[in-house]
């Protein structure tokens, strides 16, 4: 299919590939520029895709405190140089993801990471769900294969859509950044800490009210 400059300009500033990759990809994707962007990766064609293998061991450990004191997050994200750990435009990238642990509440920064008992139980739990649909057999295992990326979308760091713009995931906006950055970043670990975690306590939606505190 026929795709825009604009497309192209924006895939670009993405990833950091040559323009002509940026088109090539769009065009086997069909316009659809995640797909472009994930495209150009698995093909070593993006800023970030050849960045990726260099070691970041330098960058800072941010914090964010939730309004009131009620939800606490560190989170350690490392680049290559301290000189741009010590940036603006790093710092405050870091302060984003600080603040989007506090609002999404992810388990884990990858998927890689998910232990292997949870994902057995999950696996266990949407297989007698789609039983229980009535699905037949034969294409349970696809469907629970498929559920799983839900999972992984709602607990893995990097597949959960950006808080502050949902068209993207962490992992997109990671390959934003070091395209435009120009250092390997590597989101390493984080903690996050609510107020009586684990206790019987009134239901609040946190992610609207982080969202409520970035907008004052």
Known sequence: M??????????????????????????????????????????????????????ATEGTVESYIHAGGRIGVLVEVNCETDFVGKTDQF??????????????????VRREEVP?????????????QALNEGKPANIVQKMVE??????????CLMEQPFVKDPDK??????????????????????????????LEKKQENFAEEVMAQVKK
Do not use: W
């Open 169 to 198: 995931t962490i992992s997109q906006l990671v390959n934003e950044k070091v395209s435009t950055i120009g250092e390997n970043i590597t989101i390493r670990r984080f903690a996050r800490f609510e107020l009586g975690e684990g």
């Open 91 to 108: 710092r405050e990238f870091v302060r984003d993801v600080a603040m989007h642990i506090a609002a999404s509440s992810p388990l884990y």
């Open 116 to 128: 292997q008992d949870a994902l057995d139980k999950e696996r266990e739990i949407l297989t007698a």
């Open 2 to 55: 026929a795709v825009n400059a604009a497309s192209v300009k924006e895939l670009r500033e993405r990833t950091g590939a040559g323009m002509l990759d940026c088109k090539k990809a769009l065009e086997e994707a069909n316009g659809d520029l995640s797909k472009a962007a994930d495209i150009l990766r698995e093909k070593g064609l993006s800023a970030a895709a050849n960045k990726a293998g260099r070691i």
């Open 146 to 155: 498929g559920r799983l990326g839900k999972y992984y979308e709602e607990y």
